[in-house]
């Protein structure tokens, strides 16, 4: 089903307006009207959905409609304006066109004047498309030029992509912030059968869940407070072609459900409407995230992630393809040198070195960033401290799992110890006393008790080991007390086994 499209009329006559917008109704247009050039650039500059048309005229009072134009184009130069005026004098004419202006209508004119305007605005918004398309693809074909395969692990991707971009199937692709997943969705698109047809992106991080439907699925007019006009969604407009949805583990359940039966069945409604609408997108999915563990904790549906997960890639982090560091570097230098028209500097090997041993948390993005300040500040000697500073600073955050504490020797260790074992027998005399009372224990010991509970934990001291300490002293009293015991019966019995 078509969307309508919609048309603002800029006359100061009334009669005009009115004499447009019963003509375009009845071809099953939206007109909007307004009075003035003022109230026109107002609606423009609203942050509104702009006008698939804008038919201008040109005599107007306080702003005339060539002053218009051109603060439209100002605003947005892909604005579809077709001018009206009663002169068709030629320097206005070829003012309007040079300014902005697709056609220039003069009144009075016929009806199929006005559609074949209508026509080549099309046209040449069709024409605007394509090129932008080009663009995008050309862009595409440089990411993938700057996917650079060194390691073992690049190149068994590039191999795995070149096996799974022809098979029209969903894709998971895994992989810390910044290790070039983008890049990989983008070389799947670019190498299936779909590659002539829109790549669409969609960070659904960045938007709440509210917005996130609206920005995925579209809205109908009056759908919510502000949708003034109807909007098609990322699907339709990937329709096709692929979408690509990155940090998909950040969606909300219930638009994961939505995703689902997209998923399923290749159609949707628009928010507000009643009518489907079909769809053919291929779906490529990213995240950082670990999926098994959002499953586990229910942030993330099982059936979408076993529905999304038909063929799966995971991008390894920078730090475990080390040998691609050096290659990536002059890469983004060449890129970067001939954006900011400067020579390509050429990196010192203590700077490579230093690059290589930074464990680049950020990944290729990081190491991006740091290559485009390194053209711009041309400091090479600058650049290979900061590294310094960066490798250092991840050092002291980084945690040690590995490393053993160090061992104390001597009698610095001995002291220690001793004091250790004299303050836990005393908090635990003090705890015994006090029937576990820990306020009543802080208090005869002079702590507070905050000091007291952390010297418990310190200690591992809670009621159980308390009793069971309690049992232990109360075990060696007695076994103290009959060793005792027999040791006084036998210096008794001593005398009379000498006497005897």
């Known amino acids: 089903m078509a969307a309508k499209e919609h048309i603002l009329v800029v006359d100061d006559e009334p009669s005009i307006r009115k004499y447009l917008q019963t003509l375009l109704e009845v071809d099953g247009f939206g007109v909007e009207t307004v009075t003035s050039g003022k109230e026109a650039l107002e609606r423009i500059g609203s942050g509104e959905q702009r006008p698939d048309f804008i038919i201008l005229d040109v005599l107007m009072p306080e702003m005339d409609g060539l002053e218009t134009l051109r603060q439209l184009m100002q605003i947005d130069r892909s604005l579809n304006v077709i001018m009206l005026s009663c002169s068709n004098e030629v320097t206005t004419v070829v003012e309007a066109i040079r300014i902005g202006a697709?056609?220039?209508?003069?009144?009075?004119?016929?009806?199929?004047?006005?559609?074949?305007?209508?026509?080549?605005?099309?046209?040449?918004?069709?024409?605007?498309?394509?090129?932008?398309?080009?663009?995008?693809?050309?862009?595409?074909?440089?990411?993938?030029?700057?996917?650079?395969?060194?390691?073992?692990?690049?190149?068994?991707?590039?191999?795995?992509?070149?096996?799974?971009?022809?098979?029209?199937?969903?894709?998971?692709?895994?992989?810390?912030?910044?290790?070039?997943?983008e890049v990989i969705s983008r070389m799947i698109h670019l190498r299936s059968n779909r590659r002539a047809q829109p790549f669409v992106k969609v960070n659904c991080a960045a938007l709440p869940g509210e917005l996130l439907e609206s920005e995925l699925f579209g809205y109908e007019q009056g759908a919510f407070t502000g949708a003034v006009r109807a909007k098609p969604g990322k699907f339709e407009l990937a329709n096709r072609g692929t979408i690509f949805l990155d940090e998909i583990a950040e969606m909300s359940t219930h638009l994961q459900a939505k995703l689902l039966h997209v998923l399923q069945d290749g159609q949707f409604s628009r928010l507000g409407a009643r009518a489907t609408v079909n769809v053919d997108v291929r779906v490529l999915a990213a995240t950082n995230m670990d999926v098994k563990d959002a499953m586990r904790s229910g942030r993330f549906r099982e059936d979408l992630y076993y529905r999304l997960n038909v063929l799966s890639i995971h991008v390894p982090p920078?730090?475990?393809?080390?040998?691609?560091?050096?290659?990536?570097?002059?890469?983004?230098?060449?890129?970067?040198?001939?954006?900011?028209?400067?020579?390509a500097p050429d990196p010192s090997k203590h700077l490579l070195e230093a690059a290589l041993r930074y464990p680049w948390p950020g990944n290729l993005r990081e190491l991006e960033n740091f290559v485009k300040r390194y053209v711009i500040l041309e400091d090479d000697e600058g650049s290979f401290r900061e590294l310094l500073e960066m490798t250092g600073q991840q050092q002291r955050t980084a945690p040690r799992e590995d490393a053993a504490p160090p061992k104390e020797q001597g009698l610095k260790a001995l002291v220690r110890g001793l004091k250790d074992e004299a303050e836990m027998e005393a908090i635990a005399d003090a705890l015994e006393k006090t029937n576990w009372c820990r306020?009543?224990?802080?208090?005869?010991?002079?702590?507070?008790?905050?000091?007291?509970?952390?010297?418990?934990?310190?200690?591992?001291?809670?009621?159980?080991?308390?009793?069971?300490?309690?049992?232990?002293?109360?075990?060696?009293?007695?076994?103290?007390?009959?060793?005792a015991a027999k040791e006084g019966a036998a210096k008794e019995a001593a005398p009379a086994i000498r006497g005897s």
């Open 102 to 181: 697709l056609d220039y209508l003069t009144k009075p004119f016929e009806k199929p004047e006005l559609d074949a305007a209508f026509l080549k605005c099309r046209q040449k918004q069709e024409l605007r498309s394509e090129n932008k398309a080009l663009r995008e693809y050309c862009e595409a074909i440089t990411e993938d030029l700057s996917f650079l395969a060194a390691s073992p692990q690049m190149l068994k991707i590039r191999q795995q992509v070149l096996q799974i971009a022809p098979v029209d199937v969903p894709v998971f692709i895994s992989g810390e912030s910044g290790v070039g997943k």
């Open 439 to 483: 306020k009543d224990a802080a208090k005869m010991l002079g702590i507070s008790y905050k000091a007291l509970l952390y010297k418990m934990r310190q200690f591992n001291l809670d009621s159980g080991r308390g009793a069971r300490s309690a049992a232990a002293r109360a075990a060696r009293e007695l076994a103290a007390k009959e060793a």
């Open 318 to 343: 920078l730090r475990e393809r080390t040998t691609e560091i050096p290659l990536l570097f002059r890469h983004f230098l060449a890129k970067y040198s001939e954006k900011y028209a400067k020579p």
